[in-house]
C-alpha cells in the first residue's frame, strides 16, 4: 500500500501459508531414507516459516501455542523425533529471540509501542498520566522522533494497563467498542495514512475480503463442532 509500504505485510501471509502447506505435505511414509530425509525437510520448513511468521508481528506471539498444537496434531503419524525437527527451527530462532529481548529488556515480545496502537481503538479510555519521553530525539536529523526508548515502553505498558482496567470496570461499553470495531474492519477501509486509491477493483477486493471472512467463520464453527462432538483434538492436525 502506497501509505504503508512495508514488506512484512506481504511475508506475513506468505509464511503462514507456507507453515500450513508444508504440514500438509509430511504425510506418514517413513519407510525408506529418502522419504525420512523429505519429512525431515518439510518439518524444518514447517517450524522456519512458523517462527519467520511469528517474528513478523509481535502479536503472534499470544497465539503460538495454537499453531505448535496443531503442527504436533498434524505429525502424530510419524515418530516424535520429527516433531522435535519442527520445534528446532522455532526454538532456536523465535527462542532466542525472545530470551534476549527478556534478558536484555525485560519484555516478552519486541513491540514497545503497543499501548499506543491500541489506544487508537479505546477513544473513550481517559489518558494516564505518562512519563515524559526527553530521550526522544531522531537519530538522524530530519527523521521522526525515536520511539525506541525505555520511556517509551513504559508509556506503552501504562496504556495497556488502563485499557484493560477499562475493559474490565465496563464490560458492556467494551463489547459495544468490540462489536464497532469489526463493523470497521468488515467495512473494509482501503485508505491509509496520506493514501486512498481511486481504483474501481477495490469494490471485488471488498467482496473477496467478506467472501474470505465468511469462510473463516463457518471453518472454526465446523472444527469447534467436530471437537466438541469428537471429544478430540485430533482435528486441530487436518491443515484444510
Given amino acids: 500500500h502506497p501509505g ?39 518439518c524444518l520448513l514447517a517450524g522456519f516459516s512458523l517462527s519467520m511468521f511469528e517474528l513478523l508481528r509481535p502479536f503472534v506471539f499470544l497465539l503460538l501455542p495454537f499453531p505448535v498444537l496443531c503442527a504436533f496434531q498434524a505429525l502424530r503419524g510419524v515418530p516424535a523425533r520429527y516433531f522435535a525437527c519442527f520445534l528446532l527451527p522455532l ?42 519521553e526527553s530521550n526522544d530525539l531522531p537519530v538522524v536529523p530530519g527523521r521522526e522522533p525515536n520511539l525506541n526508548t525505555k520511556e517509551h515502553a513504559e508509556n506503552s505498558r501504562i496504556l495497556q494497563a488502563s ?29 491509509l495514512h496520506f493514501c486512498d486509491p481511486p481504483y474501481p477493483e477495490i469494490q471485488l477486493y471488498r467482496i473477496l475480503v467478506w467472501l474470505g471472512f465468511l469462510s473463516i467463520v463457518l471453518n472454526l464453527l465446523q472444527l469447534g463442532a467436530v471437537v466438541v462432538e469428537s471429544r478430540s483434538l485430533e482435528s486441530l492436525g487436518e491443515p484444510v
Avoid at 8 to 21: A, C, I, S
Avoid at 104 to 128: C, D, K, Y
Avoid at 169 to 175: G, I, K, L, V, Y
Fill in 4 to 42: 504503508s509500504p512495508q514488506m512484512y505485510d506481504v511475508l506475513f501471509p506468505f509464511f503462514n501459508l507456507l507453515f500450513v502447506v508444508s504440514l500438509a505435505h509430511v504425510g506418514t511414509d517413513v519407510g525408506t531414507p529418502r522419504a525420512r530425509a523429505r519429512v525431515v525437510l518439510l
Fill in 91 to 132: 526454538v532456536l530462532i523465535s527462542g532466542s529471540w525472545h530470551a534476549y529481548i527478556a534478558v536484555r529488556h525485560g519484555q516478552a515480545t519486541w513491540s514497545n509501542h503497543t499501548g499506543f496502537n491500541l489506544i487508537r481503538a479505546w477513544p473513550m479510555v481517559e489518558l494516564p498520566p505518562l512519563v515524559p
Fill in 163 to 191: 485499557i484493560l482496567e477499562f475493559i474490565v470496570t465496563h464490560p458492556r461499553e467494551s463489547a459495544e467498542n468490540i462489536a464497532y470495531r469489526m463493523y470497521q474492519f468488515l467495512k473494509v477501509p482501503t485508505q
